[in-house]
């Protein structure tokens, strides 16, 4: 459970820093978004140091759960229901996920 929390946190962390720019080139907000925005990527970059396992496999295993948080935050913050396919592409990256994750030990 605290790996998925953490990987939960890292994900918005990654995707609210990628947003913040967005909102400023796409929508003609503020250049000021730029600062959170910057700090938002440096607690991503570093969260990820948080995980005990090889840095490779974090990324690889980590890519389930954003796309996951990604596709929940295309609902909650740009108000779009994800598709069928979005739901079954999440459940294929999640059972990579978990196959990376949760390997036998060598």
């Given at each position: 459970m605290k790996i998925l929390l953490l990987f939960?946190?890292?994900?918005l962390a990654e995707i609210i820093g990628c947003y913040l720019p967005y909102l400023w080139l796409k929508q003609g907000r503020s250049m000021w978004l730029l600062v959170p925005g910057f700090l938002s990527?440096?607690?991503?970059?570093?969260?990820?140091t948080?995980?005990?396992?090889?840095?490779?496999?974090?990324?690889?295993?980590y890519g389930g759960v954003y796309i996951s948080v990604a596709l929940l935050w295309l609902w909650a913050v740009d108000q779009v229901?994800?598709?069928?396919?979005?739901?079954?592409?999440?459940?294929?990256?999640l059972i990579g996920m978990g196959i990376i994750m949760f390997q036998p030990a060598r």
């Open positions: 939960v946190a890292t994900a990527l440096a607690l991503f970059a570093w969260l990820l948080l995980h005990d396992t090889a840095a490779g496999r974090v990324y690889a295993a229901r994800p598709t069928v396919w979005d739901i079954a592409g999440v459940a294929m990256a």
